[in-house]
């Protein structure tokens, strides 16, 4: 049976927008030792606005944003939904079929009689296509190929959430010595964010089955009684959330699957709740025991 106080500590949790699927969970989250999270839409905000587009010399940039778009006509990454806001023409997504996204690499489409590619240095090399090359710092870089042919790159730029660094702080204070960022993103922009935002540790350019077995060695690593909490908002993300001990996902804007995968849901995305959900479950362990 489940001490009455668990019910008032998922009960408080709950008030807070912390949904918390079961009282082991809350058992856990007292004695987290290690959280990493996922980077796009966990700790930034996942609205991407167009820095910059780098076409190669005899393309129109506008061209470039147009193919981008339409190729990411149909995605639910915060990449494409980005893309196709920022493009000011009309999207006809009936020009658009034999759609193939590839997590951590990008998506290629037909547009038209057209292959286009729109992706990360991954995508390209898989693909084959040559003569890429980014030496940028600004931000995350998408290449964009057609039919095999590089045409140029979109800079894309979002901003971290304005409580990341506070959340970081607050752990740190909880006791929680690691935190350890896990992204598909570029060095460049997970150095900067890693640093920005007090982040202990970070590793970049992952695939999601990378994630997976970081989290697994991340996991081989605590002590004893240690937990380790996995925050995440993607599709690609409900493996690693599901591996943790704590599987801990954004309500708002996260995938139904991540959500589904998880053991706990912030409701406002908002990651300052994970240090929140840490204070309530040590309470309820005090009253507990
Ligand atoms: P993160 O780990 O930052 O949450 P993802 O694993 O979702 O990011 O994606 C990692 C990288 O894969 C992105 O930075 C991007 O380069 C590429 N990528 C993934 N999905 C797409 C997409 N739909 N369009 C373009 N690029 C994508
Ligand atoms: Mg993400």
Request: hydrophobic fraction near 50%.
């Amino acid at each position: 049976s489940v001490p009455l106080s668990f019910f008032g500590g998922i009960g408080a949790a709950s008030r807070a927008g912390i949904l918390v699927k079961g009282s082991s969970y809350l058992e856990a989250l007292a004695d987290t030792e290690v959280i990493a999270f996922d980077k796009t839409g966990t700790l930034t905000d996942g609205t991407f606005n167009v820095v910059a587009i780098h076409p190669r010399a005899d393309v129109d940039p506008d061209a470039v944003l147009s193919m981008a778009a339409h190729a990411e006509a149909y995605s639910d990454h915060p990449i494409a939904l980005s893309l196709r806001s920022a493009y000011t023409g009309t999207i006809d997504a009936a020009r658009v079929r034999d759609v193939t996204e590839q997590g951590g690499h990008g998506v290629s489409a037909m547009v038209d009689e057209h292959v286009v590619a729109v992706g990360n240095d991954k995508l390209m090399s898989t693909l084959g296509i040559a003569d890429w090359h980014a030496c940028t710092l600004e931000g995350t870089v998408l290449h964009v190929a057609l039919d095999g042919a590089y045409v140029g790159h979109i800079v894309i730029a979002d901003l971290v959430k304005e409580d990341a660094a506070q959340a970081i702080r607050q752990l740190h204070a909880a006791g929680v010595n690691r935190a350890v960022m896990l992204t598909g993103d570029r060095e460049e922009v997970a150095q900067a964010v890693a640093a920005r935002l007090g982040i202990d540790e970070h590793r970049a350019q992952l695939l999601p089955q990378d994630k997976v077995s970081l989290v697994e060695d991340l996991l081989a690593s605590t002590s004893p009684k240690g937990k380790l909490a996995f925050v995440g908002d993607g599709i690609n993300d409900a493996p690693v959330l599901m591996r943790a001990d704590i599987g801990i996902a954004m309500g708002a804007m996260g995938s139904d699957a991540a959500i589904e995968a998880a053991d706990i849901v912030l409701m406002n995305d908002r990651p300052s709740n994970i240090a929140l959900a840490i204070r309530i479950a040590r309470k309820t362990m005090r009253i507990v025991w």
